[in-house]
Each structure stands twice: as structure tokens, then as C-alpha cells.
């Protein structure tokens, strides 16, 4: 009984890796292609790497994710999409400033689903 339960508890352990493991690379990723909008200089320059934002946060959203913090990743992938949805909306307007405004928004985003995802011990213990 103690080896059922030892192995089922495993691979539930097995399979939240494979999943925090499949997302890494892709939030590196968003990362880099952030990096590349944020210091665009033109529309022309952030069209391209807001579009492969909004692709790899399809990938992230298809992902498998723990049952305790699922709602918390669609949550801010919902979020960190309709805000890539308005930058590409203002760069077809041709406004350079309104999509620079949204990129500082999804940073307000990372910083703050980064702290839902691991909570300081201090938010731990005192909620």
C-alpha cells in the first residue's frame, strides 16, 4: 500500500516538473522578445516582437500547470494577451507611445503574477 502511494505521489511530482520545465524556456523566450520591443525605436521595429509575444503566450496557455496554481497562470496569461492584443491594436493606429505605455504595462503584469507565483515567506506566513 505504502509503495502505491509513495509511486502515485511521484508521479504527480514527475508531472509538475515536466510542466514547470516546459514553461521555462518559453518565459526566457518572452523575456528576450520583450527586451527586443521595449528598445524598438519604431513600429516598424516592435511589430515583429509583438507578434511572437503573441504566439508564445498561446504556448504558455496550452500548457498543463498544477491544479492550485492553474487559475492563477490562465489568469494573468488572459491578462498579459489582452495587453499584447491593445499594443498590436496601437501599433496599427501608428502610436508608438501607446504601445510603449503597454509594454510598461505587461512589465507591471510579470512583476506581479512573478510574486502571486512565488510568494515572499512574509506573504506566506501573514497571508
Aim: overall charge negative; glycine content about 4%; aromatic content about 6%.
Amino acid at each position: 500500500m505504502k509503495k502505491v502511494i509513495l509511486t502515485g505521489a511521484m508521479a504527480v511530482l514527475l508531472t509538475l516538473n515536466v510542466s514547470a520545465s516546459e514553461l521555462k524556456p518559453i518565459m526566457k523566450e518572452m523575456k528576450m522578445t520583450f527586451k527586443e520591443a521595449a528598445s524598438a525605436q519604431s513600429i516598424e521595429a516592435m511589430q515583429a516582437p509583438v507578434a511572437k509575444l503573441e504566439t508564445l503566450i498561446a504556448q504558455a496557455k496550452a500548457g498543463s500547470y498544477p491544479p492550485e496554481k492553474a487559475e492563477t497562470f490562465m489568469e494573468g496569461f488572459d491578462k498579459l494577451a489582452v495587453t499584447v492584443e491593445e499594443i498590436d491594436a496601437a501599433l496599427s493606429e501608428g502610436d508608438l507611445d501607446k504601445a510603449q505605455q503597454g509594454l510598461r504595462q505587461i512589465d507591471a503584469l510579470r512583476e506581479e503574477y512573478h510574486d502571486k507565483r512565488n510568494p515572499s515567506i512574509w506573504q506566506r506566513l501573514f497571508g
